[in-house]
């Protein structure tokens, strides 16, 4: 998992973004709200002019203007907005919506044949998968109830019986949305538990018995479990231990083995495999193979397939800013003086009272073949961040796509100026703001180590794996509640499947805005990256490459550029009002990952929850406000 | 200009409504010159389905609206409801904007076919239409009964209304437009699909809630129920108002003079025929009246009900053999 540089922000940040408010999230809302109401107004007075006169028809856009702030709002009553709520999620339930979670656990059992419990990183394949599968059910179910009811109730006329009583348009949408959530919610809880039994069943094995126990002189016993689930562990117990000892952590897992009286040894369950690790991040700084300091480290290719300039929000729609740069690894040169240089705050005793836990994913660039048996090795090590104070380095041998998790010691050989002698990290290496600086090289010459930001964390602690899922469940309740509130509000003024397809098309672009980015990013900065629609039609129709000149006269080549550059435009400006639905399902990845998914990232994807559903709310008033129900 | 117009209409009875207009002050419903349009999607006018609409509905009266398939009534009341908006012209209820929702604090409306909720049950939906009228639990859980009882659904309360006749559901529908104790009732058809017998109890029961004081305007194209309870009818055609007054005083033939009179003979029959052509009369015909089809059908409901079982005999009729099985 790659973070990038707008994942580290905290709820603050993101909110004002503090010296970039352009970019904010906030100033973006405002716009927006800004947006929806002033379109709404002008929409809705030119529709009235054309039907009663350019008077009347202001008349009448100023009256729903005044009927939402003096009588609606306030006159909103709670009561309504329940009995309506209720209505909506008893009809859902009558309508047996809850069938979908069945369908949902017989979708478990039948996956449960097919995931291969030998992968790689089965804790992964297994979450994903549930993840992914709720998302993506819940989110087409929240389509169907929210886009089909009103107009269902409209068409069959029982909402007559509704408007001719006291309940104000607000209280049908509200009661809606509410009532849909509530349903969502219901199918969602179940759905939680049975991912959760389902992942811990699925992770669960034992090995049956030990290969290869020897005894080493000092009475320490070594041996290998069984091969199963395509792996093995090997193991060793310590002979003042009672005869326990732990194996090896192998595909993210350990089992405890126990020798027992009788000389036998027994095996227990998988332990560690479901994890929600709390990461602390450090700051990274790169070297050159010259010692200078470098903005990233050294490009080895095909690391930015995308250019990801998502997050700069409005200031990059108006073409003030590009964004922060996709952060992807950066690579230090082996046997030079390149490093990578981690510098990690709030170092103290509390937070590590045994030991320092350093996580490392860092990739490998082989530059020639080299040891292919062993890999290629690094070093680690601790450093004061201003004197020159340093722990020796702990040599490792990188472990590509996996979590590699390093306990530094707290007391080890170290350099003082040019003395040797015992460093303790929080006596000698950690300074006056608890600060501590690790030191990343790679040690074989002409070999490359890639390292990321969120590549190399210390890690202070641990979450329940439950309450993670639970907030990977609580993102994907978030983008229910979203769909609901543009289902609904494009069933007020659309005919149900109509209804239904815009917002699935918004689901769509939304989910697909990075990469309506990218384009833009290419138009602009003249990169032959295929271009616009029009353009990559034609490259297919000619079954040119994407990165060639456009192959025809240049009239037309400027025509179409001309019109892709004007669809691309337009499709950025709506995508960049959409919500970023892939950074809300991107949550499924931290909990896959097995990283606790941070507060701040819940609370911004709850914070636009709420924007979005408080300007569907107005633009659904609107609609339903001076529509004639009856026509 | 509405007001005179109304008068126009109805010039017979002028003073008479002038002085009820005086002592009961109050209009209920106000139409003004209203019309409505209907267009398609693209603006073009598709029906005038409304011209120039002025009616005055007033309190404590049963006003019908009357007309063939299109007329526009259905357009009128749901102009009154505020759920389409008049292409020009004005609705006035209560003395305020028809498409205020505050107004429906005090209307009951029983749309044309009862469009209720098919997975509710009875005592559901009631409830369900006592919250929207912000009502405590205990002020609902009474009305509901009440009402129940009221349209005699007291053992099908429990069932969801898919299971409901259409008669029953009819029941339902007369019940929630009353949950709120309306002042003004707007009824669309409430005869259709109800049985003689229902059709007799609706009626009751809209006498009666006249005599409560409330206000009730019905449309129906079913003649003779508008003339057994109506006490004035606007009738409409194409659109347009074609007749508004007292049903008495609309159906007054005023050159027939009606005589009830029992136990005559021939004889004495023909002597009054005789004295009607002396007086310069003529007779148009001399016979027994003929009871009404509903009248024979209650009779019969009724007395089936006293002494279930037995079929009835028609004592001065020659179906003797068809008597009892």
Redesign the interface.
């Known amino acids: 998992m790659t973070l990038q540089p707008e994942d580290f922000w905290s709820f603050y940040e993101w909110l004002v973004r503090p010296n970039a408010f352009l970019e904010s999230a906030l100033l973006q809302g405002i716009v927006l709200a800004v947006l929806a109401i002033l379109l709404g107004l002008i929409g809705g007075y030119i529709y009235s002019a054309a039907r009663y006169g350019p008077s009347e028809g202001f008349y009448a856009v100023a009256r729903v203007v005044r009927d939402l702030v003096r009588f609606d709002l306030p006159g909103t009553s709670m009561r309504r907005v329940l009995a309506l709520a209720r209505l909506a999620f008893k009809e859902a339930i009558r309508r047996k919506v809850l069938f979908v979670v069945g369908l949902f656990v017989v979708g478990l059992l039948l996956a449960g044949w097919y995931l291969n419990p030998e992968s790689d990183d089965p804790a992964r394949l297994y979450i994903s998968f549930v993840l992914t599968a709720t998302n993506y059910l819940i989110l087409a179910l929240a389509l169907f109830i929210s886009a089909f009811s009103l107009p269902a109730d409209i068409k069959s006329k029982t909402i007559y019986t509704i408007v001719t009583k006291p309940v104000r348009p607000t209280e049908i949408i509200l009661g809606r949305m509410l009532g849909f959530v509530a349903v969502g919610t219901m199918m969602l809880l179940p759905m939680g538990v049975a991912s959760l039994i389902f992942v811990t069943r699925g992770l669960r094995h034992t090995h049956l018995e030990v290969a290869d126990v020897r005894e080493l002189s000092n009475g320490r016993l070594e041996g290998e479990t069984d091969y199963l689930r395509g792996h093995k562990h090997a193991f060793s117990i310590d002979p003042d231990s009672d005869g326990l000892g732990v194996t090896e952590m192998v595909r993210g897992h350990r089992h405890l083995v126990t020798r027992n009286g009788d000389g036998t040894f027994s095996i227990g369950q998988a332990t560690g495999a479901l994890r929600a690790r709390i990461p602390s991040y450090g700051e990274v700084q790169f070297y050159d193979r010259q010692g200078n300091k470098k903005d990233a480290g050294i490009d080895v290719g095909n690391e930015k397939v995308q250019e990801g300039y998502g997050s700069a929000g409005l200031s990059r729609l108006v073409g003030l800013t590009k964004g922060p740069r996709r952060a992807e690894h950066g690579y230090v040169e082996g046997g030079t003086l390149g490093v990578a240089e981690f510098m990690f705050s709030n170092v103290t005793k509390d937070r590590y009272p045994n030991s320092i836990p350093l996580d490392m994913s860092i990739r490998a660039y082989r530059s020639f073949k080299g040891d292919i048996v062993t890999g290629i090795r690094g070093s680690i090590t601790m450093k004061h961040p201003t004197k020159p104070i340093s722990s020796n380095p702990i040599a490792f041998i990188v472990d590509e796509y996996t979590v590699d998790e390093k306990e530094l010691p707290l007391e080890s050989q170290g350099t003082d100026g040019n003395e040797t002698r015992i460093v303790n990290v929080f006596d000698d290496l950690v300074d006056e703001n608890g600060n501590l600086m690790i030191q990343i090289r790679c040690l074989d010459r002409s070999q490359y180590l890639g390292v990321t930001k969120s590549g190399v964390y210390l890690r202070p602690g641990e979450n329940s794996f439950a309450w993670n899922l639970t907030k990977a469940y609580l993102s994907i309740w978030l983008q229910m509640t979203m769909v609901i509130a543009f289902g609904v509000m494009f069933s007020t003024f659309l005919s149900g499947p109509v209804a239904m397809v815009a917002t699935a098309v918004c689901v769509i672009l939304g989910f697909s805005a990075e990469q309506v980015y990218d384009t833009r990013h290419f138009i602009d900065s003249n990169i032959e990256r295929g271009g616009g629609p029009i353009e990559s039609v034609v490259r297919i129709l000619k079954q040119d490459a994407m990165t060639t000149q456009l192959d025809v006269d240049a009239l037309t080549g400027k025509v179409i550029k001309t019109v892709d550059a004007g669809i691309v435009y337009a499709l950025d400006a709506i995508a960049t009002a959409l919500p970023n639905l892939p950074k809300m399902v991107s949550t499924a990845e931290y909990a896959a990952s097995g990283f606790d998914i941070f507060g701040a990232l819940l609370a911004r994807h709850a914070a636009a929850t709420l924007g979005y559903c408080i300007i569907a709310f107005l633009v659904s008033y609107f609609f339903l406000k001076s529509r004639e129900i009856a026509a | 200009m509405d007001t005179s117009a109304t008068a126009v209409a109805d010039s017979a009875d002028q003073p008479a409504l002038k002085k009820n207009a005086d002592t009961d002050s109050g209009v209920v419903i106000e139409t003004r010159n209203l019309s409505k349009i209907?267009?398609d999607f693209w603006?073009r006018k598709k029906v005038h389905a409304l011209k120039s609409l002025d009616i005055e509905v007033r309190k404590g009266e049963i006003f019908g609206l009357l007309g063939p398939n299109g007329s526009g009534k259905s357009t009128t009341i749901?102009l009154i409801?505020?759920?389409?908006?008049p292409?020009s012209g004005r609705v006035l209820v209560f003395d305020k904007d028809a498409t205020?929702?505050?107004k429906?604090?005090r209307?009951g409306?029983l749309?044309e076919?009862s469009?209720?909720?098919k997975?509710?049950t009875a005592e559901?939906t009631l409830d369900?239409?006592g919250?929207?009228?912000?009502m405590s639990g205990a002020e609902r859980r009474k009305k509901v009964d009440d009402l129940i009882k009221l349209v005699g659904l007291e053992k099908a309360k429990h069932r969801q209304l898919r299971e409901y006749s259409k008669g029953m559901t009819r029941r339902v529908?007369l019940a929630?437009a009353l949950i709120?104790d309306p002042d003004l009732i707007l009824l669309d058809e409430p005869t259709t699909g109800l049985d003689p017998i229902g059709s007799r109890e609706m009626k009751d029961l809209i006498l009666a809630l006249r005599d409560q004081g409330k206000t009730v305007l019905l449309c129906s194209h079913q003649l003779a129920d508008v003339q057994d309870v109506c006490d004035r009818v606007a009738i409409l055609h194409q659109g347009e108002l074609k007749e508004l007054g007292r049903v008495s005083d609309l159906l007054k033939v005023q050159d027939v003079t009606e005589v009830h009179a029992r136990g005559l003979t021939d004889d004495a029959k023909a002597e009054i025929a005789e004295v009607i052509k002396r007086h310069g009369g003529t007779v148009d015909s001399i016979d027994n009246p003929t009871a009404t089809m509903e009248d024979l059908f209650l009779n019969i409901v009724r007395e089936s009900e006293s002494r279930p079982g037995a079929r009835r005999v028609n004592t001065d009729a020659g179906s003797a053999e068809e008597s009892s099985k």
């Open positions: 209907y267009r603006g749901k409801l505020g759920l389409l908006f292409t205020e929702t505050s429906n604090e209307i409306y749309p076919e469009y209720l909720y997975f509710l559901e369900f239409y919250r929207l009228f912000n529908g929630q709120n």
